[in-house]
């Protein structure tokens, strides 16, 4: 961004508002939104978190990302609000869990909700941010997208699949006024994690970041320039080392699974 252009300011869908990464992203989003539109499935908790919200005009989409009657109500409500020119693809869920026994609806939820979602949402609202002269995808993805860990086969893969997705994108979009971009949070202490991961991360001395230093970061990102972030530099010197020689990664978490199978729910 040149020195002299005032920051810009948004007309945005956040979805995954409810939660806690969400939560202090829309506070951080606000003061720089004409219209902010927080998506999630909690209205209580959305409806809250709106009353808290100052510096622009909060609207509320309460609704499942799998269905296609939420993607409408979404799309309906950008309408309303002049169009859409930012999209923060944020909800996900997680499950930390054996793949060998994980339950195959837990799987295909977490499919849906982490990768299948983000992708059909960006396709419904793509009109819309194309119409933009200067529009922005961000999807939000996890260090585990990029790091395969024990415990968490299928997020990992659903974070991988969005991580490719993003890129992909970015690719097929390369020619328009449309970025899309990738954001890769490491553990953040949400209620996203169970009991057995608070207790596994600590055991293996994890470092954890809070919502609202992810929020903060994700702001930053959004007025740079770089396709993808991934914070900790920790984690991005071993996301690089992961994609060219893997095996010292296999190595390292091998010797770590006494702890995780540990911690793994029975």
């Known amino acids: ?103 195959p609806d837990v799987i295909e939820t977490l499919l849906a909700t982490n990768l299948l979602a983000p992708m059909l949402l960006t396709r419904r609202l793509l009109p819309m941010l194309m119409a933009e002269p200067r529009a922005q995808i961000v999807n939000v993805g996890s260090v585990f997208g990029a790091i395969g860990f024990p415990g968490f086969a299928a997020y990992c893969g659903a974070k991988a699949g969005l991580k490719g997705f993003s890129q992909a994108l970015r690719r097929e979009l390369s020619d328009s006024h449309v970025a899309v971009r990738y954001f890769a949070p490491r553990a953040t202490r949400t209620a996203i994690n169970s009991d057995a991961v608070n207790a596994m991360n600590g055991e293996l001395k994890t470092a954890e970041d809070t919502p609202q230093h992810v929020a903060a970061a994700l702001l930053r990102f959004l007025d740079g320039g770089a396709w993808q972030r991934t914070l900790g530099a920790k984690e991005r010197f071993f996301s690089l080392v992961n994609a060219l020689l893997p095996g010292l990664p296999d190595g390292a978490i091998r010797a770590q699974l006494p702890i995780i199978r540990k911690h793994l729910p029975k």
């Open 1 to 103: 961004m040149a020195a002299n252009t005032p920051p810009q300011r948004w007309r945005a869908v956040l979805t995954g508002a409810s939660g806690g990464i969400g939560a202090a992203i829309a506070a951080e989003l606000a003061p720089r939104c004409q219209a902010l539109i927080l998506v999630g499935r909690q209205r209580p908790a959305l409806e809250a978190l709106a009353r808290s919200l100052k510096g622009s005009a909060v609207h509320i989409v309460c609704g499942d990302l799998t269905e296609a009657a939420t993607l409408d109500e979404i799309a309906a409500c950008g309408r309303r609000v002049g169009g859409i020119d930012l999209l923060v693809n944020n909800a996900g869920v997680s499950d930390f869990h054996a793949f060998a026994t994980q339950q």
